[in-house]
Nanobody, 121 residues
């Protein structure tokens, strides 16, 4: 079993920044990657960024150059630094654990409760 808790969301103006955190606990040894997803109402959940325990990363084209994912293996925690936020970034952001090899990420069925990010114009 894996438990995931996201935090750090909030309301910001366009161009602002937020730093999200996701703390994982439980049986995380089976996974070598963590990912950030987001979902807006009426839209599919989309992968935003992933990071492996070895430090490899990958990003959705829509956030490249603006978002940075990082992890602290000792704390089983992943972060998402979001700069230059746009209204289209508004969504509930979720993290999960999974398997990350090369450029491919396979998510597990473990998800956090999500944290709301709202970017105003």
């Amino acid at each position: 079993q894996v438990q995931l808790v996201e935090s750090g969301g909030g309301l910001v103006q366009a161009g602002g920044s937020l730093r999200l955190s996701c703390a994982a606990s439980g049986s995380t040894f089976s996974y070598n990657g963590m990912g950030w997803y987001r979902q807006a109402p009426g839209k599919q959940r989309e992968l935003v960024a992933v990071v492996s325990t070895g430090g490899g990363t990958n990003y959705a084209d829509s956030v490249k150059g603006r978002f940075t994912i990082s992890g602290d293996n000792a704390k089983n925690t992943v972060y998402l630094q979001m700069n230059g936020l746009k209204p289209e970034d508004t969504a509930v952001y979720y993290c999960n654990v999974g398997w990350f090899w090369g450029s491919r990420y396979q998510s597990s069925d473990y998800w956090g409760q999500g944290t709301q990010v709202t970017v105003s114009s």
